[in-house]
């Protein structure tokens, strides 16, 4: 398995932007498709982003494309979320998660390490 560790979140004005760093320690990260989710109170966990192994595919949910953007760093270990025209409907914990199958996929069950999460609140 793959240890993962966010980073990153906080509070932040409608309109605004964050960066979310996810590191992974043990098994060859490259080995991996790795996903962000998030979940707000009272909500279910939903799917966010996720990228290939190579980098060189990336998934969205709809309510997301155009304003996130998932990349990954297979030399440091880390893969990013970058977070545009925040609304406050995108308040939740967001979570890394590393996937070992070869497609991006959106459903939390593929995917077997989850990191602990990181508040991301955004203010109206």
């Known amino acids: 398995q793959v240890q993962l560790v966010e980073s990153g979140g906080g509070l932040v004005q409608a309109g605004g932007s964050l960066r979310l760093s996810c590191a992974a320690s043990?098994?060859?990260?490259?080995?991996?498709?790795m996903g962000w989710f998030r979940q707000a109170p009272g909500k279910e966990r939903e799917f966010v982003a996720a990228?290939?192994?190579?980098?060189?595919?990336?998934l969205y949910a709809d309510s997301v494309k155009g304003r996130f953007t998932i990349s990954r760093d297979n030399v440091k270990n880390t893969v990013y979320l970058e977070m545009n025209s925040l609304k406050p409907e995108d308040t939740a914990v967001y979570y890394c998660a590393a996937d070992p199958s070869f497609v991006p996929k959106r459903t939390p069950k593929d995917f077997g390490s989850w990191g602990q999460g990181t508040q991301v609140t955004v203010s109206s």
């Open positions: 043990g098994r060859t990260f490259s080995s991996y498709v």
């Open positions: 990228i290939s192994r190579t980098g060189s595919a990336t």
